[in-house]
């Protein structure tokens, strides 16, 4: 599907790299695509290469926002802000004035989790931060306040892992690559039913009902329209990043959890590529195909 989309799309987006992580909802890895070539790059674009997740980190802030008390119907402005000397705008450069939570993360409004960040998170950033890695995100996350936009360097695997918690009723520590390993003459040696710890609750049942509320409309009404899949319900969320360097779409149905990461290995810009043009439309292909014979 990576190389499906690049081959059709990449020149015109002016992007040639993908990397993919697939995992069921009991935390089995299901497929690892590192690059679009293994033959020309070895290098594992999926577990390996920090990029920036820019507005797919957003769901981590409002998971966060949702353990503190907010709720997608809590009233927050979509007003300039300045934070300091950082002054964030929003992609469309207009504000929208008091919106609910659940439209401002379906549109991916900037100031909002910002403004949560500061004034409705106890502990702001680090708060985020501790929450982000108990979900099963490994890569060091800067606690900046620029960190409510997603300027941190994240993998694949993380995305796929963090977002799978949401998947998951907010359990967390369930990936695993391997189910069994056995001698020769057939003694269980491991078996991650058996001998894997047990998973842990990191998100409340209210804030992941809350939380998937929300994720569920992005591919209806907002960013993610082309991953919209016309067999079952589809949650997820649209990240691309300044200069459009980096473009993301993560998301997960009530069997599958993905992550598609589109960029250039050189940081180029691509050509205005977003996460709900071929990240999107790449998860939606997969998809169809994963959920092939199942319920």
Known sequence: SCEYHLRQFGKSYGVEQCAMVVLENNGAVRAIVGGRDYGQSQFNRATNALRQAGSSFKPYVYAAGMEAGLTPETVIPDAPISWGRWSPKNYSRGYAGRVPLTTALVKSINTIPVRMLR???????????????????????????????????????????????????????????????????????????????????????????SMNSILVQIPEWGTARRAALDFTPAAGKTGTTQAYRDAWFVGFTGNFTAAVWMGNDDYSPTNRLTGGSLPAMTWKRVMEYAHQGIE
């Open 119 to 209: 004034d409705d998170i106890p502990g702001g950033a680090k708060t985020v931060k501790a929450l982000a890695e108990a979900m099963g995100v490994e890569s060091e996350l800067s606690t900046h306040k620029t960190m409510a936009l997603g300027i941190s360097g994240m993998t694949v695997l993380d995305q796929s892992t963090g977002y799978l918690t949401l998947a998951d009723g907010g359990y967390a520590g369930k990936r695993h690559g391997v189910t069994q390993l056995t001698t020769y003459s057939g003694d269980v040696l491991y078996d991650h039913s058996r001998d894997a710890p047990e998973p842990r609750r990191v998100l409340s049942e209210k804030t992941v009902e």
